[in-house]
């Protein structure tokens, strides 16, 4: 039986953890109802504050106005890739739920993932329409009046797709590498299909590179501030051949 034991801590170093967040739902739950309610206000204001273009507008569009470094991507909208971008988001969330999976705390990490999103969501809306830039399509000369002058079109910046994803990869990969470690294929699932989103959004049309650029930084830096404010300080153990060591992570 002791060799068996001592078999077993050969072949496996595994950690016990403890819970990665901590949260109290009354608190998480203000939180969230805040949020949503800035988040679903937007659909009002948004109507007020933003005004179809009209067509001597439209017809003095040019490509020259838009800064230098985001001359340099194709205006034509691409639908298969519009619809890939929503799939890459998918894959994202997908991943990170079924990473996160912890049957006694997964309700607590659901409502930090929700915190993160809702949060992320508002931000993202409101800055889209306070600054009502156009959509790369907006300058293609051969996509209809019609669809240039839909609101939609004046919320480029910036990408909620980008920070949606981010924000959760940062998410997924935060509780990851807390409980398990680095992992490069992890990551790379993660993150790769989070860029992946990024870079459909701007070979679609849909975004500038600076708008995927800047939703990728606040989506990730609220998940990061988040996911750092639940963070419980706590013990691990990790048991190996011939030690036990116990940590505390401040």
């Known amino acids: 039986m002791k060799a068996i034991l001592i078999l077993l801590l050969i072949l496996f170093s595994f950690p016990l953890f403890s819970q990665t967040f901590e949260v109290n739902k009354l608190e998480s739950l203000i939180f969230m109802s805040s949020a949503l309610a800035i988040d ?27 800064p230098f470094f985001d001359r340099w991507i194709s205006f034509s909208p691409d639908a298969k890739l519009k619809d890939w971008s929503d799939y890459s988001v998918y894959l994202t969330i997908g991943s990170t739920l079924f990473l996160v999976y912890d049957e006694e705390y997964y ?51 910036y990408a909620m797709h980008s920070s949606t994803a981010f924000s959760t ?42 708008d995927v650029v800047i939703g990728t930084i606040i989506g990730s830096c609220i998940s990061y501030i988040i996911c750092k404010y639940h963070h419980e300080k706590k013990i691990s153990l990790n048991f190996g051949f011939n030690n036990i060591i116990i940590t505390y992570k401040f």
Not at 127 to 149: A, C, G, M, N, W
Not at 191 to 197: D, I, K, P, V
């Open 107 to 157: 309700l607590d990490n659901l409502m930090v993932l929700s915190e993160i999103l809702i949060a992320q969501s508002a931000i993202s809306k409101w800055t889209k329409t306070l600054s009502h830039r156009k959509r790369p399509f907006v300058y293609d000369s051969t996509i209809s009046i019609e669809k240039k002058q839909q609101r939609n079109s004046q919320h480029s910046f």
């Open 40 to 66: 679903m206000s937007n659909n009002y204001f948004d109507r007020q504050i933003i005004e179809p273009l009209i067509e001597e507008e439209i017809s003095n569009l040019s490509k020259d106005d838009i």
């Open 169 to 210: 990869a940062v998410f997924g990969y935060y509780y990851y590498l807390d409980n398990y470690g680095s992992n490069i294929p992890v990551a790379i699932l993660l993150f790769g299909s989070a860029t992946a989103t990024a870079t459909f959004r701007v070979a679609s049309a849909q975004h500038f590179p600076s």
